[in-house]
């Protein structure tokens, strides 16, 4: 041995063909209705068009939405965040953390090395996954047979087990014919309780229950997604009963969430989840590579201002990669505070001046001026971004706020195409950061886009992965936290609340502690709609 704690995982697959069809149960009209029935279709709303259907090529929440449907993750989250059964039936850890064995699934082991070979090729260009296996080892990796197989680290990390969530395995026999990356934007084959029936690339996404699927079967025939970016739209969609459920802006929520006729009809919730807003400062920007000049920017964000007046006091602020509700957040570490006029004193002290007294400052005879991107119809970006930019005329800074489709948008920023972003995170379970600033996860590697690089911080980011004792390893990320509020690499915002409408014929609707309604088992997999409130189901249009 090297002396290095070796990372296996035993996958115990429970393996059945993909075509076993199995036939669907009989519904009888007297069936109680207050108990699950199956059929039915929803509608839901995704907020933009999803890149691909590739799921190891994913590139957004978007096409993870989908995804969740079309294929079963190696290992579930329940409503505690807690690791369950998914693909595997049930895996062992070795105890020095770098072998897991897993046993289960309806695919293949051979199916699933083919799929992490796929992930760690460079080639493949998987932005949200790669990372989480950058330390697969291929030698120690082996199918022991067609129910089970060993997956071996180079290292020991304790998020391993959670990032089994991201693995979704795909079939060698379809994925490795014809070019990956191309092909199955539009078309997918996968393993998960509902088959693709029909894409309309920017307009919607039709599935269907699969009769055959191995796993616990899910109550709903259909699900169909339409996509509609503007949050406007989406509300009224909702309102008309031409969507099932929508995140809502906080001026609907406070302004129609109280109406007796829409309470009807619709659920009101509201609830806080892993996620935070930030704006991605590109480090490799000639500008922006300063953090000095990203603290003063950041000073020029009124954070209370916004939580009283935009959201209403339904948001709280961020001062790093952590949220309040995460054993890794640092409470020492300060929000920090709105100050224009600190602000412009350290971008004067940095040579930036109004040498030719046009209202702009200056240095080297160009003038200060920025470029954000935005995701355009979004309720919750455009005032930050119109706040800002006012906040930065005033002294003397010019900020260009660019809305983009949100496909373009990442596309943009995954190619370093940009100065700065406004956007958010969904996080995972585990608090590990690895992927979005350790400087080995530049894209198409990993989530880097902010090409952020700190010895000190990689260090950490490494130590805080490999400790398996949770005291140890919060100390070691609260350090983590205070130094990155210190670069800036984000300039972290704000935590608002999640407020959703859902459309009360939808029944068993049950929030997570940390994700929410979404992506977590049961959660979208357990909803159903009683017989006699079936508005959308239509006959099937194959394209």
Same mark, same amino acid.
């Given at each position: 041995?090297?002396?290095v704690k070796r990372f296996v995982v035993l996958l115990l697959l429970a393996v059945v063909a993909c075509t076993n069809e199995r036939p669907l149960p009989t519904v009888s009209t007297s069936e109680d209705l207050k108990k699950p029935q199956e059929g039915g279709t929803v509608v839901r709303r995704l907020q933009g068009d999803i890149a691909t259907l590739n799921p190891v090529m994913a590139q957004s929440v978007n096409d ?37 064995? !897993? ?91 509902? *088959? ?152 004067? !002290? ?19 001026? &920025? ?52 956007? !958010? ?27 952020? !690089? ?5 260090? &950490?980011?490494?130590?805080?992965? *490999? ?72 006959? &099937?249009?194959?394209?």
């Amino acid at each position: 041995m090297d002396g290095v704690k070796r990372f296996v995982v035993l996958l115990l697959l429970a393996v059945v063909a993909c075509t076993n069809e199995r036939p669907l149960p009989t519904v009888s009209t007297s069936e109680d209705l207050k108990k699950p029935q199956e059929g039915g279709t929803v509608v839901r709303r995704l907020q933009g068009d999803i890149a691909t259907l590739n799921p190891v090529m994913a590139q957004s929440v978007n096409d993870r939405q989908v995804d969740y449907y079309l294929h079963t993750p190696m290992v579930h989250f329940d409503a505690d965040l807690s690791a369950i059964p998914g693909l595997a039936e049930k895996w062992e850890i070795s105890s020095d953390g770098r072998l897991y064995t !897993s046993d289960g699934s309806n695919v293949t082991a051979g199916d699933v090395l083919f799929t992490l070979k796929k992930i760690i090729d460079p080639q493949t260009e998987a932005p949200q996954i790669a990372g989480a296996f950058d330390q697969l080892d291929l030698r120690t990796t082996r199918v022991v047979d067609p129910h089970t197989i060993v997956v071996g680290f180079k290292d020991g990390i304790s998020p391993q087990l959670a990032h089994f969530n991201d693995l979704l395995v795909i079939p060698e026999h379809v994925y490795a014919r014809g070019d990956f990356k191309i092909d199955f934007t539009s078309r997918v084959v996968g393993c998960g309780p509902y *088959r693709l029936v029909r894409r309309v690339a920017g307009k919607e996404i039709l599935l269907e229950r699969r009769p055959e699927y191995w796993g616990p079967r899910p109550n709903l025939q259909r699900v169909l997604f339409k996509v509609i970016a503007d949050d406007i739209t989406a509300w009224n969609a909702m309102k008309r009963g031409e969507i099932d459920e929508t995140i809502i802006s906080t001026d609907t929520w406070l302004a129609e969430g109280r109406r007796p006729e829409l309470q009807k009809f619709i659920d009101f919730r509201r609830f806080y989840t892993l996620n935070y807003n930030y704006i991605a400062w590109n480090n490799r920007d000639p500008v922006l590579g300063d953090k000095r000049l990203r603290r003063a920017l950041a000073m020029c964000i009124d954070l209370k201002s916004i939580i009283e007046n935009v959201y209403h006091g339904t948001a709280r602020a961020m001062n790093g990669p952590f949220t309040p509700d995460q054993w890794a957040y640092n409470p020492d570490v300060p929000v920090i505070e709105y100050n224009p006029q600190e602000a412009l004193r350290t971008l004067r !002290s940095l040579g930036w001046l109004d040498t030719n007294k046009d209202g702009l400052l200056d240095k080297g005879g160009k003038p200060l001026k &920025l470029e954000m991107l935005i995701t355009a119809g979004s309720i919750a970006s455009n005032p930050f971004a119109q706040l800002f930019q006012a906040e930065l005329k005033k002294i003397g800074i010019e900020l260009d706020v660019v809305p983009l489709d949100f496909a373009t948008l990442i596309q943009r920023v995954l190619a370093g195409n940009y100065q700065c972003a406004y956007l !958010s995170w969904n996080l995972d379970p585990d608090p590990d950061p690895f992927a979005l600033f350790d400087s080995s996860q530049f894209p198409p590697r990993g989530q880097n886009f902010v090409f952020y !690089s700190n010895p000190e911080a990689d260090r &950490l980011l490494e130590e805080g992965r *490999r400790e398996f004792d949770q005291t140890k390893r919060k100390k070691t990320y609260q350090q983590l936290h205070a130094l990155l509020a210190d670069d800036q690499p984000y300039t972290w915002t704000l935590q608002v609340s999640s407020k959703w409408a859902i459309n009360k014929r939808i029944r068993d609707v049950k929030e997570s502690k940390g994700w929410g309604l979404f992506q977590w088992f049961p959660g979208e997999l357990g909803w159903w709609i009683p017989i006699d409130q079936r508005t959308h189901d239509v006959p &099937l249009r194959r394209r």
